[in-house]
């Protein structure tokens, strides 16, 4: 296949998840959809790597990191949310305590 | 091999769209493992052996996992008002449709054209790389791993006077 | 990896049929022994000695009452014991039996096995959910986090063994062991190797997810027929496979101190199994605290030593 088919088809799963990501109220979708979008990166590296930039390859393995770190945080996130307010919204996101007037 | 690529990268946009639409959290876990195993098996056709197994095994051995058990412990169910269903949430596709069409006409006009024959990530080359001139960043890697772990224990501990 | 379409095909064929049968004699073989153990004759009533067991097992199973409970979440349901048998199935394509008999030798087949093996805990953990029981639900979470915390265990043990041969293809792990097993170099890796094995295939002393005596059964509590019989066979094809894999990465594979061949192979298969089977039957249970301090707190710490010595070895 041609890099270039790659690159769209990444294209088109990173718009799928970006507009996910917005679209979303569901703490965990969102981390799911973000999920989405490092995946097609990863699908428009290998297209590079097709066109003889081998190292796209690499980039996919730290990306690969990243997004495990991340998963990691987010739902670390996701469980004291759901811990404060009872449900994964982000629309009710506990709201940080009131500073106590004198 | 064109074939198996349709086959796949359909496989992927079913996922993704599963993904999107979704709203029971521990289906939409389970289209996001399709999604990730057809975009391992599309690197696999790219002459990517290693990252698409990589891929398969931190993908859906780990991450997709580290989500089923979350959503399984926490008894997580449908949100009732999921979607963003105003004025944001029209105008975020129509933003996403935008963005894909202009990106997409400008990828058009400058085609990569393919080298022939393409480069194999076999583990052999992309050791040379990541232990040669890709050292630093991957290092950098392996700090900001430990750095998640860290922040992982300190997010999820209870403290003291929780527990009681 | 250039060997024409239909040659891969039956051996496919042989190695699939090859392994279920395995899989049904390993059930007998384990029952046997067990009797053997616990000073009873085990079954000896079908057929000669008993042979004839599994067959009679596989038609009680298949005649069985299939019951899909109303609370279950179906379609997930019906696709858990799938997972659980088409999981177990695939590492089987890499094994290399003999040096010439083998379905393909991918150059990454180490990872491979661990991408694949890492599939079969989205059987345990659907299964374990959909069922809408909490014996299910407690052992399908049980499971997940042993399963995973032990696959890294195992990946470590398997990173030296690699090392050693400078290769990731099993093909080329067994013919780096023509002079000497990595049994002896990599004897902390085989240790570690071993245990994350009893734990990966849910065998006892880390038979948590299932806990008989306070899961009723674990994740398979409300599969019944045909259902339950996957789980219990794709349970049985993955021990099959992890004798396998012990052969072909620490024990030499085909070779032997004679005429090296698939002989040599089924011996020591045979008697990893007999290994695992016997421990089976002799230890008793950890508690669930006590399984995961020991994987994270004792395993990975030794794996890692052991990787550290390897690299150094290779690097002097």
């Known amino acids: 296949m041609s890099p270039n088919a790659y690159i769209l088809l990444g294209l088109l799963l990173f718009t799928i998840g970006m507009i996910g990501v917005l679209f979303r109220r569901n703490l965990m979708f969102i981390l799911m959809n973000l999920e989405l979008m490092m995946n097609a990166v990863g699908l428009v590296l290998v297209g590079a790597s097709l066109g003889g930039w081998i190292e796209g390859q690499l980039i996919i393995l730290m990306i690969l990191v990243v997004a495990a770190s991340e998963v990691a945080i987010g739902i670390g996130i996701l469980i004291n949310v759901v811990r404060l307010t009872g449900r994964p919204d982000v629309d009710h996101l506990p709201k940080a305590p009131e500073e106590s007037t004198p | 091999m064109t074939t198996l690529f349709w086959l796949f990268g359909v496989l992927a946009i079913v996922g993704a769209l599963g ?81 894909f069409v202009i990106v997409a006409l400008v990828l058009l006009k400058n085609q990569i054209p393919e080298v022939s024959p393409p480069p194999t990530g076999t583990p052999e080359a992309l050791g040379e790389w990541l232990f040669g001139q890709y050292l630093v960043p991957f290092e950098l890697a392996s700090i900001l791993l430990l750095v998640a772990i860290v922040g992982a224990i300190v997010l999820i501990r209870r403290r003291r006077q929780d527990v009681s | 990896m250039a060997q024409p379409i239909f040659q891969t095909l039956w051996k496919t064929g042989v190695v699939f049929l090859g392994a279920l049968t395995a899989a049904a004699y390993l059930v007998l073989a384990e029952r046997k022994f067990a009797g053997y153990f616990q000073e ?67 150059p990454v087949a180490v990872l491979y096995l661990l991408a694949v093996g890492s599939l079969s805990t989205y059987g345990v953990l659907l299964g374990g959910w959909s069922s809408n029981s909490k014996y299910a639900l407690l052992g399908g979470l049980r499971s997940a986090a042993q399963m995973v915390s032990y696959e890294i265990a195992m990946a470590l043990a398997l990173v030296g063994v690699a090392l050693m041969a400078q290769s990731l293809s099993l093909v080329k792990i067994v013919q780096a062991q023509q002079s000497l097993w990595f049994l002896i170099p990599q004897i902390l890796g085989f240790v570690v190797f071993l245990i994350a094995a009893f734990a990966e295939t849910n065998r006892l002393p880390f038979d948590l997810p299932e806990a008989e005596s306070e899961l009723v059964a674990g994740y398979h509590t409300e599969y019944s027929a045909f259902k339950f019989a996957m789980f219990f066979v794709g349970e049985y094809i993955h021990l099959f496979i992890v004798g396998c894999l012990v052969t072909v990465l620490y024990l030499g594979g085909w070779y032997g101190p004679w005429k090296p061949g698939p002989h040599w192979f089924f011996l020591k298969t045979f008697l990893v199994l007999f290994f695992m089977i016997w421990v089976r039957w002799t230890y008793p249970r950890f508690r669930f605290d006590q399984l995961m301090r020991f994987s994270w707190k004792v395993l990975i710490p030794v794996a890692l030593l052991n990787l550290l010595l390897t690299s150094l070895w290779m690097a002097l």
Not at chain 2, 53 to 70: K, N, R
Not at chain 3, 55 to 83: C, N
């Open chain 2, 19 to 99: 993904v999107l639409f979704q709203t029971h959290p521990v289906r939409g876990a389970l289209f996001l493992l399709l999604n990730f195993l057809a975009i391992g098996v599309l690197y696999l056709l790219a002459r990517a052996p290693f990252v698409g197994f990589v891929q398969i095994l931190v993908y859906a051995g780990a991450i997709v996992v580290l989500f089923l058990v979350a959503i399984m412990v926490m008894d997580l169910r449908r949100l009732e008002s999921d979607f963003d269903l105003g004025l944001m949430g029209f105008l975020t596709f129509v933003l996403g449709v935008a963005f």
């Open chain 3, 40 to 106: 009873r004759y085990g079954p000896n009533r079908v057929g000669p000695f008993g042979l004839l067991q599994p067959l009679a097992d596989a038609v009680k199973l298949l005649l069985k009452e299939e019951v899909i409970f109303p609370q279950a979440s179906r379609g997930l349901y019906l696709a858990a014991p799938v997972i659980i048998g088409v999981a177990a199935l695939l590492p089987l394509a890499v094994i290399p039996f003999s040096e010439h008999f083998y379905i393909a030798d991918l």
